[in-house]
């Protein structure tokens, strides 16, 4: 209980829940009592919009109602820095995150809920196989902990999923449904997301993402030819692509036009030895017939053979006084002999749009393939230590898609592997001089023991995927030179911040096993200090930042004009908002007067380090919070 006059530190992730209700009551409070729902005054004023038949069009599967419990279950974790394993620590806003991504998530909502501009995602295909994320909404942190070795654990942790289970399909979908649920809350209203999936649940992944992002909202299924040689040793048909399933926030996302490349400007040629420059020729032709146009099936006269020529099946493109415009241009072509009986206009590369509307093929030679992604691994790590690594291009052309090089935008990958995602942004902002930010998250999954990432050294796939940030970082780095500089006031962002999963510095209220009172007061006397015994400054710090909405990008630094305690101003220069924090035993009475805090400013301190007039003081100076 905080004392009179200051507010409580958040101890937990936000409770969506409560949440949810808030914004219900805002729209609707007629329908919400003391924190309650009251469904039906809500069908009351919802009137004849309320289906409530019972057969009706709906998506479901076992297993649903726990993956809803289990998001609504608030996390009490918390994430430790790691600057002994980041890159450039003080300066990037760059960040890593290891740890199982539901919590992690939750733990990101009240920071970057809104913030987020683009999403990529490679879940675990459902091969049938075991895959790492056994949820336990009982307590998913407990799992967590005991599943990496941070808490003892007895059995396999993993969760089996085979074919014969009766629950092939609902058990993988248990797993993404609670996390796209919260990818959603944290996309911007320009924002998307696309996942990638093979075929096995590509029509369950579909209309899984129409309930939780709105049928409204799909945009495009894209095919990637992931490879571009068949197999042989498989029977029946061989797939050669991958499905990438791609969803707006809101109708205020628009994708971008894609950079021309080689390619398309292989296209255009020039051998008229037109002054304007290369060309291509383009058929006069209407996609329509002369039956459907007949004011676009006029005659037209070749001026090289005296041929009268009719329009057949395809009317002109456009109308006769266009066409003779075009004639007097010099934009019509009539073939290299001059006999053609379709007359074309020359469409000038100089003259086309910078860009290329995207196509829903994404073929191995504009987006990468298998093979492309594993040389990459191999380049940058001498083995192959990641059995299934997408290419950096194929990330970089949804980069391109979806985001702007000068906005600094977020782009998120909360299955980062071995953080292809993370190399691409890098390349591409070293590309176009871009400022766009990265958050990875990855659980840290164990490599088999016979595997080459073991015998490299490496003990899970997180310390891969940080292991490769390290890399490419260094490696564009010392390739600086080589490339483009851009007028820009700061370089490309080239460093990354760690953090990992961990326990909350925070006790948790966990109960008492009996019900006799001395027990209940022996516990509820721990916590007239919050903090655990074992609790450290720097964890607590971080744990505060995140939990007060704060970015993980904030600085911390220590306020000098402070003599007798330790305080720390903490700025978040993304979202303008900054606070002081004092973490003492005590609060001497001359620390607020040198901080010189006013009524917009926010202090932190442990309750048990105010008396009630020091308390009261400081609430009538600044916005004082306790723990």
């Known amino acids: 209980m905080a004392k009179a006059g200051a507010k409580p530190v958040e101890r ?11 914004r219900l009551k805002e729209l609707f409070p007629e329908a919400v009592s003391e924190g309650k729902v009251d469904f039906e005054k809500l069908k009351a004023t919802l009137g004849e919009i309320v289906d409530d038949r019972p057969e009706r069009y709906s998506f479901t599967w076992a297993g649903k109602r726990d993956a809803i419990r ?94 014969t289970s009766g629950r092939y399909h609902s058990a993988w979908l248990s797993m993404i449904y609670p996390r796209l649920f919260i990818a959603r809350q944290l996309l911007s209203e ?12 590509l029509a369950s992944l579909r209309l899984l993402m129409n309930e939780v992002f709105g049928e409204e909202n799909f945009v ?8 571009y040689t068949r197999s042989n040793n498989t029977d029946g ?11 707006r926030r809101s109708a205020l996302f628009s994708p971008n036009l894609l950079r021309r490349d080689e390619a398309a400007d292989e296209r255009y040629h020039n051998p008229d030895n037109d002054p304007r420059g290369p060309w291509k020729a383009v058929p006069f032709l209407n996609p ?51 006999c053609s009986r379709i007359p074309n206009v020359k469409r000038f590369l100089s003259e086309v749009r910078e860009g290329m509307t995207p196509i829903n093929l994404w073929k191995h030679e504009f987006a990468g393939h298998t093979d492309v992604a594993n040389k990459e691994i191999g380049e940058l790590f001498g083995d192959k230590v990641f059995d299934t690594p997408k290419p950096s291009l194929l990330i970089q052309r949804m980069i391109q898609l979806c985001t702007q090089p000068d906005e600094d935008d977020y782009i998120l990958d909360f ?3 071995s953080s292809t995602t993370a190399h691409a942004v890098l390349k591409q902002n070293m590309e176009d001089g871009g400022n766009r930010r990265f958050i990875m998250v990855q659980i840290p999954e164990p490599v088999p023991s016979s595997s080459p990432a073991r015998k490299a050294g490496f003990q899970s796939i997180a310390e891969i995927g940080k292991e490769r940030i390290r890399r490419i970082s260094s490696e564009l780095q010392a390739d600086r030179e080589t490339h483009l500089e851009f007028d820009r006031d700061v ?8 953090f990992t999963l961990t326990e909350s510095s925070f006790r948790q209220w966990r109960g008492v096993d009996t019900k006799h009172p001395d027990d209940y007061g022996d516990e509820m006397q721990l916590f007239t200090d919050p903090l655990l015994p074992t609790w450290h400054i720097d964890t607590a710090l971080w744990e505060i930042i995140l939990k007060e909405g704060y970015s993980l990008s904030s600085t911390i630094t220590a306020t000098d004009a402070v003599n007798h305690n330790q305080v720390f101003h903490v700025v978040d220069s993304e979202r303008e908002q900054s606070f002081h924090i004092c973490l003492d035993d005590t609060l001497d009475e001359d620390t607020s007067k040198a901080m010189q805090l006013d009524k917009a400013d926010l202090f932190i301190c442990r309750d048990t380090a105010l008396n009630d007039e020091s308390a009261a003081n400081l609430a009538l100076q600044c916005k004082l919070k306790t723990i």
Not at 95 to 102: P, R
Not at 220 to 227: S, T
Request: aromatic share 10%.
């Open 12 to 22: 937990q992730s936000v409770d969506l829940v409560k949440e949810n209700i808030a």
């Open 70 to 163: 289990l998001l609504q279950v608030p996390s009490r974790a918390t994430l430790k820095p790691c600057p002994g394993e980041s890159v450039n620590w003080d300066t990037t806003k760059n960040l890593f995150i290891e740890g199982e991504n539901l919590e992690v998530l939750k733990l990101l909502y009240k920071s970057y809920a809104g913030r987020v501009k683009m999403i990529y995602i490679d879940p675990p295909y459902n091969t049938g196989n075991d895959f790492i994320y056994p949820d336990d909404f009982s307590d998913p942190l407990e799992n967590y902990l005991a599943m990496t070795g941070q808490k003892d654990a007895e059995g396999n942790l993993l969760t089996s999923n085979p074919e």
């Open 190 to 201: 320009e924002g998307a997301i696309l996942v990638t999936v093979d075929d096995t649940e």
């Open 220 to 227: 495009i299924q894209i095919e990637w030819e992931k490879r």
């Open 237 to 247: 048909f061989t797939s050669v692509i991958d499905h990438i399933l791609l969803y």
């Open 288 to 338: 329509l017939s002369p039956e459907e146009r007949p004011n676009l099936a006029y005659e037209i006269v070749n001026p090289n053979t005296g041929e009268t020529i009719h329009p057949t099946r395809k009317a002109w493109r456009a109308s006769r006084s266009v066409f003779e415009q075009h004639l007097k241009d010099n934009r019509i072509w009539w073939g290299k002999d001059g």
């Open 415 to 417: 299955f980062a592997g």
């Open 491 to 498: 370089p490309v962002d080239l460093g990354v911040r760690v």
